[in-house]
Structures are given as structure tokens and as C-alpha cells.
């Protein structure tokens, strides 16, 4: 019985905390913010994707993406619009097609893109989408334009244990 | 004085005008419809962020830019100081794409003012290419026309226009329609097409439109100049084999060779949203400017080229001050190049110079700083001297590089 409550009470607060994300929209990404996800993650393997709503090449990735987090639930996915908070509702609601609702999305809040691409990486001009691949000790390999599904997979098999 | 409000996702956005990837958005998810509904009720609500430039030929100063849904005209008599708007372009506002890569156009000569620009139309990343003319320095002009002729409701935008004082006038355009062709014949296009119109009467009498190439990048802004002899050329970024996206380069008369303008090998599934530009000296030769990301020799290059003899490139702009966006302008043996770049802080604008057709070149200089968003820079169309327009939060800023 207990058991039984404790179960519900769980699914009820799951269900509440998912109702929240969904209504709140993307965390704002400004300078550091990438270093707070990386923290988040501290120790352990993590894709962060950018990608943006009118980006015609980006859902053939996000796609891919959300399959395989279908498959390897534990896969860090983090995604990152290169849009504008206003954006919000429709990079979440974008993600959720893609099968990502699940991923922590953030999304661009700063009038300058330069700034905070210099923050994320000082070589990166704005191709999207940008997917940053982290090992478990974070070392970082940063890929421009879709990254091929086998690739993808060669990662997740490398990576995730 | 045109205050811009800079909106970014624009940026992204403008990126949509294209045929590329976009029927698996729009076929695949029966939510694209609000999304696209969304895309052009923001984009006629909206001011954009680009402001365009020409000059006549008595160095008057001519500006366009959007707000909610209708381009305005504005004129400076003091060399760019300040601007006073003269009127509405299009009578009738409606979704226009006025920021970063697609970008309204205006030429003027004498009493004739055409402006051309990339409406967004209902479905997602589709468009036309509009135009309207005025003989009367500006206070009326005619309703605006579609230059496509190929109406389906697709990718035609990222118009680039540019005019001469003896009336000849070369619009090109990336257009969808091969691609739609291709998708209705179940065959895989690679990317989209450039297209053209020319005119040699100051834009009142147009030619048909005219296929440049095809496998065109779908979102990167073409380059265009006119030449001594009346003829333009064009450059853009190219989808060569094995999905490299460098760029290629063609006059604009019909069955001319397209050229390859790089050899970068920039192997990208992605718009770099960063195309090139050209420049045409009295001489007839050509000068490239333009962007790679290629893994192994990232940046900003310069090349020249007479007919299909190019030189070597050069390397410009520093690599981890995110440069990039350059412009170029020609004059009898002067070469004037500028570019962006972001020192963490502030934008700043950065030339180098030729006084031999482009053999040797200055230092690179700072020539402007901006604090807040900025557009990118462009050379005045028609100037008879190297002015810059360069779009920042404080209004459209003309700085004279001489």
C-alpha cells in the first residue's frame, strides 16, 4: 500500500515536473552557461547539440539524436538553440517532434551570437547545426554541419557503458 | 536617422528561404504549418535588421530598410550623417526578409529608384522575389512586380541587385524551382539554384529568367558586380561533389562556364550562412573575397582572377576574433577590403588595402568600433568612392575609407 502510494505520489510529482519544463521553455544561454552544463556533467560522457528553429538542416540530426536516446536512455543530450528566448516555445516544441523532450534545451539570450560562440569556442562561426562530442573526461571534439548517423553511433558505442 | 532593432533569429530564419531540407519539415510534421504561420507573421511585424545602401550619381546617399511589413526609402544630402525618410517602397506591408544574408536591395540614377527584395510567403522557407521602381526620385513607386516566373510556393530570395550608370541592372536570385522539379520526378537535387534576370534601361524593360547553375548552398548571399563592359558576374557558394561547399563564380550571360572560385574543400551537411563577395576593376579584373570553415585552412581569403586565370589566395582577418562577413570594393588600381570581427567586447571593422590591383596589401586596420548588435558590413552600391554601410544598434553608420 505504502509502496503503492509512494509510486503514485512519484508519478504525480514526475508528471508535475514535467508540466513545469514544458511550460517554462529553454533556459537562457548566455556566457558561462556552457561551463555550467559541463559541470552538471562532471565525469561523464555528454553531446551538446546547437542547432536553431529555422535551420533546414539541423532535424535530420535531432532526429537521429532522439532515436538514439530512445535506445541508450542514459545518453547525456544536451540542446542548445542559437535563436532567441522568444523562441522558446517553438524550439521546445520542435525538440518534443524530434523525440528530445527529455534533453535539457537552453537557448540563445544574448543580442551578440559572437559572444557567446567566443565562449563556446573561439573557432566556431555559427554553422549549425554545431554538435559538441565530451568523453567522460570532457575532452572535447566539435563538429560542424550533421554529424553522419554511423558516426553518431560509433560515439554512443565508444562512449556509453 | 534609420535606428535598426536588431531581432536575431532572423539570422536563423533568413536561412529558411530555401528549397534545401525543407519538404522533411514541411511534408513530414503537420505541425509546420503554425510553425511557418508563426515565421511570417513575425517577419511582417517586425523591423529588420539589414539596412541597405546605394548612391546616385551625384553621391547622394539612398537607404532601405523594413519596418512592420513596408521597406521605407530615406535620402542623405551630408554624406550619410543623417538620413530623412521619403516614403513607403511597397504600399501594402507583407512578410519581408530584411537581415544578415537576405537582404533587401536599391539602386538609384538619377530620378530612378528599384528596390528588390524576398517576400516570405505562407509555407515554410518559401518565397518571391519582389521588386518595384520609381521614376520620380522616390515618392511613388510602381506596385511591386514578382520576378520569378516559376510561382510555386517554394525557395526564391537571397536576392542580390546591383546597377550601373549606364543603366544596366543584373538581379540574381536563389531559386527552388529545379530542385521542386527534381522532387516531383522523384530525383534527389542537391541544394538550389541561381537564377537571373538582366536589364540594360534602368530596370523598366526586364530579360527572362535565366538558370546560372545549379547545386547552389541554399542560404549564403550571392556576390555580384558589374564589370567595365556593362556585364555582370556573380559568385556564390557552391554544393560540389561529396557535399563540399566552396564557392564558384559565373558571368551572367546565358550557357557561360561557371568556374570554380575556391578550392577550400569545406565538406559541410550545413548553410554557413556566410557568403562572399566581388568586386570588378576598370580593367575588367576580379576581385574575391569569402569564408571557409574548411578543417584544414579556416578564414577569410582573397584572390583575384582575369577570365579563368585566378591567383593564389590570401588569408585575411583574425581567425579567433570570429572574423568574418567581408566586402570588397574596386577603383582604378585600388583594392578596398573590410571585414567584422568581435574582440569579446565590442564589433570592430577592419580593412586592408591595394594600390596594384591587388599584388601587395596593407596591414589590416581597425576602421570602426560598435558596442551592441551589429550587421554586417557592405560597400555603398554605385559609390564612386569606397564607402562602407555598416548597420549597428546607434543606426546605419557610412564610413569613407578614403
Known sequence: ?161 | MVRLHFRLPGLALACGLLLGALPAIAHEHPAATPMARNWQERLAAAKGSAVSVAADEQGRLWSVDMRQGNLWLSRSTDGGKTFADIGKVNAQPEAILADGQNRPQIAVHGQVVVVSWSQALPKLYSGHVRMARSEDGGISFAPPVIVNENREEIGHGFNAMKMDRQGNLALAWLDGRERSAAARKGVKYSGSSVYYATSSDFGKTWTANVKLADNSCECCRIGLAIGPDGGAVAQWRHLFAGGVRDFATAPLKPGAPVLRASEDGWEISACPHHGGDLAIDAGGRRHYVWFTGSAGKPGLFYRYAEGAQFSAPRAFGDLDAQAGHPTVFADGKQVAVVWREFDGQRYRLRRMQSSDRGETWSAPSTVAEAEGATDLPLFVQGAAQPLVAWGTAAGVRIIDLR
Open chain 1, 1 to 161: 500500500m505504502g509502496r503503492i502510494a509512494h509510486r503514485l505520489a512519484c508519478l504525480l510529482l514526475g508528471g508535475l515536473a514535467w508540466a513545469a519544463q514544458a511550460v517554462e521553455g529553454p533556459r537562457p544561454f548566455v556566457v558561462g552557461s556552457l561551463k555550467e552544463i559541463q559541470a552538471q556533467y562532471a565525469g561523464k560522457p555528454l553531446i551538446v547539440t546547437f542547432w536553431s528553429v529555422g535551420c533546414t538542416h539541423c532535424p535530420a540530426e535531432l532526429k537521429t539524436l532522439g532515436a538514439l536516446k530512445r535506445r541508450h536512455p542514459d545518453l547525456n543530450i544536451v540542446l542548445v538553440a542559437a535563436d532567441t528566448p522568444e523562441d522558446g516555445p517553438e524550439t521546445r516544441r520542435l525538440a518534443t517532434q524530434y523525440g528530445l523532450t527529455k534533453a535539457p534545451q537552453w537557448v540563445f539570450a544574448d543580442p551578440i551570437p559572437e559572444r557567446l560562440r567566443m565562449d563556446i569556442d573561439r573557432r566556431w562561426y555559427g554553422e549549425l547545426p554545431r554538435t559538441h562530442f565530451y568523453d567522460a573526461g570532457h575532452r572535447l571534439e566539435a563538429v560542424s554541419g550533421v554529424v553522419p548517423e554511423a558516426r553518431l553511433r560509433q560515439w554512443v558505442a565508444a562512449n556509453l557503458r
